[in-house]
Structures are given as structure tokens and as C-alpha cells.
């Protein structure tokens, strides 16, 4: 067990994603940054799917009840077990009793706090991601509190430590303006539609993200993207990434709690895996959108799958993972 | 010198003798200099962060990496006292290669 | 590619690698829906499709895995359109019961000032009329119920709300419906429903399915 000593009220259980029922309205949620989940599975020798703690970035302080082996990806929060600091992207293990502190993240936004044998509560429809509006998933559908026992499950995993090179130096991806996070995008259906100052705008802009972003979606503040004549869009679905520009208003793109469907023009989506740079990258950060091929879009998938291979094979060689 | 028996100066720099981390570093007798090798090889990582020679760190605290393809393989404070120089980030290494130059601490010295 | 809803040939395009939105040509009705229905079952049964989503005259199709030939997936989703029956509404009926206007319905006045007629009319057009539930989406078990009135067509708001209440009864151009849950919304929010859409608990969570018919029933038009 894992109990929550602070804050109240940012933290959330979350898996790899709630997939399946789209098409009754339940959207995928699941945690901000998938790599960073995945990554820290890995470690831990759990299921690709194991549950884990979504920290958004404030200082959090968890007790270990029982000798837990657990792993800290995402954000750099300069983490401390019992008062020894933690490097990021790590694996290491915790005695009952003993406080896990996070600070507030100094790069990134989210971290996954993973523990071997994964967050043990019960499955909603397939999955132990929380969806907070329908108030199911996780947690009992919420937010963590102070005083919230988490359950933890059956894990043989011993008191390994180790860490994985951080994604970022792994998976580099330079871009023209210094400080904006680029992420790779691929015009969606109606980027035609948009007029030609819109177009241009979305690849040139340097995007700040606006405080009014949440795990929803982030809007983004910069040019209005104007349509080259208004169109009546008929509700479709949608899935993360999705850049949306309503009419005379400001990008908005759907991240991992997005609503299901929608009827906003749609300019581009930002390609799957490119989404958890864009979760690392804080309110007030700026986005640079690049445009890509479907073919470059298929390359950054293979390429961050043969990053994850390339983790789990070394932890093989090096005794580690599963057998640790 | 006439320090106070808890204060350990500390010459940073050029001098006469410069150890392989490029220090030579006096002592009054209040900690000793030692050497962390690497166990293995592998490619030496500094921390994000590295530890400054002001900062105390414990034993078992984690000062460096050696890597092997992705993972990050920690290296030990193996004593309470300081880290004064590390190897450079990147460099390639075997098993006993310096990786840090430290300094123990006296016992009792890190509260 | 020009935007007007007389298209003639369905138009597919893939939303990132994970997903491909099929929007069929012609009007937006039920015939065509039916057709969407159809697609839907089929496509559901390919190997390497997680789901199908319909949307209103359009289809999400969701994929395990990126396509690695998407052109080859656009020909298979043409000739299952093609192949496509319209599938018969084998649906229930439900009675909504909705307050109208006050504080739940914050835009029952501007519809009325836009569209040019009063609010009791606003109210008689929506609720003189049966809808089909079009589709599941949105937020969980949110139906979209088709075809309102024309002459209740305006475009959605410019700033979607924060936040409607759970059984808010909105119209958005064409379509209609009742929010399952307290959300946001672009939609205009006209009236309130008790009803319940969702419940995660319930064996089965989702009340309403594709083909089901939903009547509004107005229990009260407050000033």
C-alpha cells in the first residue's frame, strides 16, 4: 500500500488509456505522458498496462507501507526517499515507512510514480485510468487526498537501482526556436480550409500554452487561425492531438481527456508519438508545430518503439527489469 | 595552519601537484582524499544536477552513472563527506578508472 | 477541397496515425446514418480495428496499431460504403421531461432573438418533433439526436462555456441533445433534463444506443 500525505486534490491514478468505447463517449484518459508510463513499467518488470501515480508537477508526499520497488519517470521533481535525493528517469526501492517527497517539477510537467505489481485498483470497463468527469476509474473516480490508501499489487520485484537515459537525449528532436518544444504534426482534414495567413501561422508560430489548459486539452495563445470560408461541421470523433481551431477563437489541442467528438475544424493532430513532449512542456511553454509526411509520422512510431525495445533488452543484459 | 578541529580547508587549482582530476588539494588532517573507481565498463554520466564540492553528501547517495546502452547503472557515495571533481560526462571507462576524487569526512562531521 | 454538405464522393482522411475519419457524402439525415450504421458493424470485424465510432454521418475507425498502407484502408472503407445497407432503427422510444428557459436554459433568449421567433416557439419546434439518436460521443453517454427544426439553425457559440449541468438540453446547428454529465459546451443551452444517460455502476452504464428515438417533453418554460 501506498498512502498520500499531500497535496489534495492534482494527483490521479492513470494507465495506458481506457480504449474500446469511444463510440459511447468514453474518451481514452490515461497518463499526460505515455512514454514516461511505459518507461517506468519497464523498469519495474510490470504489464505494459500496470496503473500508476499521475503527479502534475506540484510537490507530492507519499509513505510506503510495505517494501515497495518503484520507479520515478517524467518530470525532474528533485525527489528524495527518506532524504536521499533521487536522480530522474530511476528505479529504486522504499522500506516500509518510509516518505517519498516530490518538489515541484524543475523540467517537465508530469511524473509517473510506478511501483511494481502497479496500482492494484479495481478496473472500470477495461482500464484504471480515471476519468474524472464521469467519476469512475482510479481512484474511486477522483483526485487523490491526503489519507487515500492505494493498493498495490503482487510483485516479486527485488531492491534494484537503476536508471534509463532521460527521452529527451534519446529522442532528440531540435527545432528552430530555441525555447518552444517542437513537436511533429500532420495536417488534419480540414487544414485546407483554412486560409493561407492561418496556415502559415501554424507552423511559424511559436505557441505559448495559456493557463486555461488542463489534461482536457491545452489552448494555446497566438494568431486566431481564420477559415478561408466559414463551414458547418458536422460532430465526428476525435482522438488526442488534434488541433482544433474554432471559429475566431484560439487553437485548442485535445489531449487525454478530451471529450470523445466534436465540430470544430480540425488543421492538424499532433502525431502520437510526439504527445508527451508536449506533456512535459509547462503552462507558459511554448509549442512549435513542424509539419511532417505520414511516412515521417510512421518513423517517429518506429523509432520510439525501438527506443523502448532498446531499454528492455539492455535491462535484460544488465540482470535488471523483470529479474531485479 | 590553526583552523578550528571541524574545518577543512580547501585549495582548488594549479599548483605544484595536480592529481589526475586536475586538483591539488591540502589538507589539515580533518578528512581524507579518496578515489571512487568504476566497477565495470561502461560510459560515465554525471548527474543533471552534479553535486558541488559545498554540498555534503551521504553515503549511498547517488553521485554518477556508468551506462550501459540506455540504462544508467548508479555509482555510490561510498562514505559521508564532498565531491570534489568528476570524470567528464561522456567519457568512456573500465573497470577502475577514477570516476570521482572525494573527500571523507571525519566521523561526525555531516550532522 | 470545399466545404459545402452537397458533396458527392465520401471523404476520408487519417486524424494522426492512430485513427482515420470516414464522412460520407450528401445531407445530413437518417438515411445516410443508417448507411453509417452499416459501416460501422463491418468495419468493427477488421483485424487490427479497435473500434468504430460513428459520428453524425461520419465514422472514426480506430486502429491498434499505426497503417502502415493507409491508401489500401481508404479502398477497403470506399467499398464497404459502397456495399453498406442502411441499417432498419430497431430503436426505443424515450420521453425527456425538460424544464425550459431560467437559469438552466441560459440561451433560450438569444435563440429566440436570433432565429426571430419567441421563446414558446423556440420551445414547440424543439419539442414538436421526434429525434433519432445519431450517435454516442462527446462525453460519456452523450447521444447526438438529429434533425432539429431549420429554423432553429444558428452556428454554435463562439465561446464554448466552461461548464453546463449534468442534463443540460443544448442545440448545436442541426443536432440536439442531453448532457450525460457537467461539462463544457458550444452548444446553445436552452433547457434541463433529470434524466440519466450514465452510470458506471449499472450493468449495462449507457441508457441510449444508435436508432433509439428521443421526445422532448416540456414540463415547464421558465422566464
Avoid at chain 1, 525532474?76 to 532524504?83: F, H, N, S
Avoid at chain 2, 605544484?16 to 589538507?27: E, H, Q, S
Avoid at chain 3, 440519466?196 to 441508457?207: G, H, I, N, S, T
Wanted: with cysteine; aromatic share 6%.
Amino acid at each position: 500500500m501506498i498512502e498520500i500525505l499531500s497535496p489534495s486534490g492534482h494527483a490521479s491514478v492513470q494507465d495506458a488509456g481506457r480504449f474500446g468505447h469511444r463510440h459511447v463517449g468514453i474518451g481514452s484518459n490515461g497518463a499526460m505522458d505515455g512514454l514516461a508510463l511505459k518507461t517506468a513499467n519497464l523498469m519495474l518488470g510490470n504489464a505494459a498496462e500496470a496503473a500508476a501515480i499521475e503527479v502534475p508537477g506540484v510537490p507530492m508526499r507519499v509513505r510506503f507501507l510495505a517494501d515497495t520497488a518503484f520507479a520515478l519517470t517524467g518530470a525532474d521533481t528533485g525527489a528524495t526517499l527518506d532524504g536521499r535525493p533521487l536522480p530522474r528517469n530511476w528505479r529504486d526501492f522504499a522500506r516500509a515507512g518510509e516518505e517519498l517527497l516530490l518538489g515541484h517539477a524543475r523540467q517537465g510537467v508530469y511524473a509517473i510514480l510506478a511501483v511494481a505489481g502497479g496500482i492494484a485498483v479495481p478496473p472500470v470497463l477495461g482500464s484504471r485510468a480515471t476519468h474524472l468527469r464521469g467519476v469512475f476509474g482510479g481512484f474511486e473516480g477522483r483526485l487523490l487526498q491526503p489519507g487515500d490508501r492505494l493498493p498495490v499489487g503482487e510483485s516479486t520485484a527485488g531492491p534494484g537501482a537503476f536508471g534509463v537515459v532521460p527521452p529527451e537525449k534519446a529522442l532528440p528532436l531540435g527545432g528552430d526556436a530555441a525555447e518552444a518544444t517542437t513537436v511533429r504534426v500532420l495536417p488534419a482534414a480540414e487544414y485546407e480550409a483554412f486560409s493561407d495567413e492561418a496556415r502559415r501561422a501554424l507552423w511559424a508560430t511559436s505557441w505559448r500554452i495559456s493557463g486555461q489548459s488542463n489534461r482536457a486539452g491545452y489552448r494555446l495563445m497566438g494568431p486566431v487561425l481564420t477559415l478561408a470560408e466559414p463551414i458547418e461541421m458536422r460532430s465526428h470523433g476525435l482522438v488526442p492531438g488534434v488541433i482544433q481551431g474554432p471559429a475566431g477563437g484560439q487553437p485548442i489541442i485535445q489531449l487525454a481527456d478530451a471529450y470523445t467528438a466534436g465540430g470544430y475544424p480540425k488543421i492538424g493532430v499532433v502525431i502520437e508519438p510526439d504527445l508527451w513532449r508536449i506533456a512535459q512542456t509547462p503552462l507558459g511553454g511554448a509549442l512549435a508545430f513542424r509539419r511532417c509526411t505520414y511516412d515521417e509520422a510512421l518513423a517517429a512510431h518506429d523509432a520510439l518503439e525501438s527506443h523502448l525495445a532498446r531499454i528492455r533488452i539492455w535491462l535484460a543484459t544488465c540482470g535488471l527489469g523483470a529479474a531485479a | 595552519m590553526s583552523a578550528a578541529p571541524d574545518t577543512i580547508r580547501i585549495a582548488l587549482g594549479a599548483a605544484p601537484a595536480t592529481d589526475a582530476f586536475g586538483l591539488a588539494v591540502r589538507l589539515d588532517g580533518a578528512a581524507v582524499l579518496e578515489t571512487v573507481q568504476a566497477e565495470g565498463p561502461g560510459l560515465f554520466r554525471a548527474l543533471e544536477t552534479p553535486f558541488t564540492p559545498a554540498a555534503p553528501v551521504r553515503a549511498g547517495w547517488v553521485i554518477g552513472f556508468l551506462a550501459r546502452g540506455p540504462v544508467r547503472l548508479p555509482v555510490l557515495m561510498p562514505c559521508d563527506g564532498w565531491v570534489l571533481a568528476a570524470a567528464p560526462d561522456g567519457a568512456r571507462v573500465g573497470h577502475g578508472t577514477p570516476l570521482f576524487r572525494i573527500l571523507r569526512a571525519r566521523e561526525g562531521i555531516i550532522p | 477541397m470545399r466545404r459545402d454538405r452537397a458533396r458527392t464522393e465520401p471523404h476520408i482522411s487519417p486524424m494522426g496515425l492512430g485513427a482515420m475519419l470516414f464522412e460520407a457524402p450528401g445531407a445530413f439525415d437518417l438515411a445516410n446514418q443508417r448507411r453509417i450504421w452499416a459501416l460501422a458493424e463491418a468495419v468493427e470485424r477488421w483485424p487490427g480495428v479497435v473500434e468504430a465510432a460513428p459520428g453524425m454521418t461520419n465514422l472514426l475507425v480506430l486502429f491498434r496499431a499505426p497503417p502502415r498502407d493507409p491508401a489500401r484502408i481508404e479502398e477497403a472503407l470506399l467499398a464497404a460504403w459502397a456495399a453498406a445497407e442502411p441499417r432498419p432503427t430497431e430503436g426505443r422510444l424515450f420521453e425527456i421531461p425538460v424544464t425550459y428557459g431560467g437559469e438552466d436554459g441560459p440561451d433560450l433568449d438569444h435563440m429566440a432573438g436570433e432565429t426571430g421567433l419567441t421563446r414558446e416557439e423556440v420551445v414547440a419546434l424543439h419539442t414538436g418533433r421526434d429525434y433519432t439518436v445519431f450517435a454516442l460521443g462527446s462525453h460519456p453517454g452523450y447521444g447526438y439526436l438529429g434533425v432539429v427544426d431549420p429554423r432553429l439553425f444558428i452556428p454554435r457559440r463562439q465561446v464554448p462555456r466552461l461548464s453546463v449541468p449534468e442534463g443540460s438540453v443544448s442545440i448545436g446547428g442541426w443536432q440536439t441533445g442531453a448532457s450525460a454529465s457537467a461539462g463544457p459546451s458550444g452548444w446553445h443551452t436552452i433547457g434541463r433534463t433529470r434524466q440519466v444517460f450514465f452510470d458506471p455502476k449499472a450493468a449495462e452504464p449507457v441508457l441510449l444506443k444508435p436508432g433509439d428515438t428521443i421526445r422532448f417533453i416540456a414540463e415547464a418554460l421558465l422566464p
